[in-house]
């Protein structure tokens, strides 16, 4: 039985396994940017990549956004019962003359609630979260292109 540990313990670790956002060794940086689409989502989603922003990098990002609320499903009254939060971002890397682009997109379904007020702080919650996965996934991209 300890054996077995002792192998699987080897083989983790030996492995060769970091994790990419932990060590801070990237290339990459930006800084010309051009927002557009849903402005407000843009720039939040900018300032998460804020750590990437240099003012010597000669790299452009064009970040198009967009939200979309929607209801998926009314009950027999048809009162809202389900709603879906979509969030779409279209990235347009410029580096060295060359143009990358890449869609990310991430939605959340979730029911209505009771209250409008708490309904809206909800969905304020997960609008927070869906440009954090979001910015995420941009972040990993622009940080493999180098």
Do not use: H
Not at 21 to 47: A, R, Y
Not at 119 to 131: A, G, N, R, V
Not at 135 to 140: A, G
């Amino acid at each position: 039985m300890k054996l077995r540990w002792l192998i699987l313990f080897l083989f983790i670790f030996s492995c060769g396994y970091r994790p990419i956002l932990v060590e801070n060794k990237n290339n990459f940086k930006f800084n010309n940017v051009k927002l557009l689409g849903d402005k407000q989502i843009s720039e939040l989603i900018l300032d998460n990549l804020e750590t990437l922003r240099d003012t010597n990098s000669t790299n452009k990002i064009e970040i198009n956004s967009f939200l979309k609320s929607s209801i998926s499903s009314k009950n027999k009254k048809g009162d809202p019962e389900i709603f879906t939060l979509n969030i779409n971002s279209d990235v347009t890397l410029i580096k060295k003359g060359k143009t990358l682009k890449a869609n990310f997109s991430d939605s959340i379904t979730y029911k209505n609630r009771e209250s409008k007020f708490k309904l809206k702080k909800y969905e304020d919650k997960l609008k927070s979260d869906l440009i954090s996965k979001v910015s995420e996934d941009i972040t990993l991209f622009l940080l493999s292109t180098d």
